[in-house]
Nanobody, 119 residues
Framework: QVQLVESGGGLVQAGGSLRLSCAAS????????MRWFRQAPGKEREFVGY????????GYADFVKGRFTISRDNAENTMYLQMNSLKPEDTAVYYC????????????WGQGTQVTVSS
């Protein structure tokens, strides 16, 4: 069984940076792609960005373009989210998710990590 574990959240001032990690443990995990989502209090979960595991290609929601960067370490089975120029509206619980194929659902999820950006 694969488990995804996020880490790296915390409290940061506006304009600051954080790096989140999403580590896969358990059996060997070779996802098709992985995504970051976030959910702010009282709001629906929203897509942040993705990375395709095979070639490292990435895509982002418009509201994080130029500020957030997703990367991965294949050997460590870990995905990262580097967040720069953070804004108070980035405050949310951040989740990572993965799927094994292009046609499957995202059925591997982490427990979430809280990011709080103070103004």
């Amino acid at each position: 069984q694969v488990q995804l574990v996020e880490s790296g959240g915390g409290l940061v001032q506006a304009g600051g940076s954080l790096r989140l990690s999403c580590a896969a443990s358990g059996r060997t995990f070779s996802p098709y792609d992985m995504r970051w989502f976030r959910q702010a209090p009282g709001k629906e979960r929203e897509f942040v960005g993705y990375i395709r595991w095979s070639d490292g290609s990435t895509g982002y929601a418009d509201f994080v373009k130029g500020r957030f960067t997703i990367s991965r370490d294949n050997a460590e089975n870990t995905m990262y989210l580097q967040m720069n120029s953070l804004k108070p509206e980035d405050t949310a619980v951040y989740y990572c998710a993965g799927r094994l194929s292009r046609l499957s659902t995202y059925n591997y999820w982490g427990q979430g990590t809280q990011v709080t950006v103070s103004s």
